[in-house]
T-cell receptor, first 118, second 117 residues
């Protein structure tokens, strides 16, 4: 079936360096993607999203890149801080249920644990 | 961002009993709510999707008679784990989406850690 996956399950980065987390998706009909951050024992927290009509979107210290040709998504975190340590999930929306209003479910990738080394 | 409140955050129950988890959207109308289950060090697995006033749509392999979902209002959805067993122990998370449309972010609750003893 359709799936969203991640290349690296763990990633360690020196504080202050940049980090890149990758995600591959297989549903070519997906038209909306979100990156979430999840800290231990908490629910996912929205980081940034991107629609399929865009290749790049920037937020505060974060950038999401979308390559629809190879169905690849990445999250770049600049100048990492200890508080960035968490598990990061990519999620895709779309492909099933047509365009039911507000009803399309999010499919989550495997997750990458990012550890910032002080 | 919008706030979704989930309650309780932790619950311990005996085998055979039922547990109800509430998910509330505090500052927006949640036309759609999603329930996920998460095992340790694993990703979120969608259990069901519910629209206000409609029956929930369950994912394949999820027992609808065991995991009862009610979405009675635009701000409240509940998940009841019936006749709980130790294998139901898990982290349950709800999320909600408003009227803005399908390609908008879903806001997540804090999660509920269920332990069945």
């Amino acid at each position: 079936g359709e799936s969203v996956g991640l290349h690296l399950p763990t990633l360690s980065v020196q504080e202050g360096d940049n980090s890149i987390i990758n995600c591959a998706y297989s549903n070519s009909a997906s038209d909306y993607f979100i990156w979430y951050k999840q800290e231990s024992g908490k629910g996912p927290q929205f980081i940034i999203d991107i629609r399929s009509n865009m290749d790049k979107r920037q937020g505060q210290r974060v950038t999401v890149l979308l390559n629809k040709t190879v169905k690849h998504l990445s999250l770049q975190i600049a100048a990492t801080q200890p508080g960035d340590s968490a598990v990061y999930f990519c999620a895709e929306n779309g492909g099933e249920g047509g365009s039911n209003f507000g009803n399309e479910k999010l499919t989550f990738g495997t997750g990458t644990r990012l550890t910032i080394i002080p | 961002g919008a706030v979704v409140s989930q309650h309780p955050s932790r619950v311990i129950c005996k085998s055979g009993t039922s547990v109800k988890i509430e998910c509330r959207s505090l500052d927006f109308q949640a036309t759609t709510m999603f329930w996920y289950r998460q095992f340790p060090k694993k990703s979120l697995m969608l259990m069901a999707t519910s629209n206000e006033g409609s029956k929930a749509t369950y994912e394949q392999g999820v027992e609808k008679d065991k995991f009862l979902i009610n979405h009675a209002s635009l701000t409240l959805s509940t998940l009841t784990v019936t006749s709980a067993h130790p294998e139901d122990s898990s982290f349950y998370i709800c999320s909600a989406r408003g009227r803005q449309g399908p390609n908008t972010e879903a806001f997540f609750g804090q999660g509920t850690r269920l332990t069945v003893v």
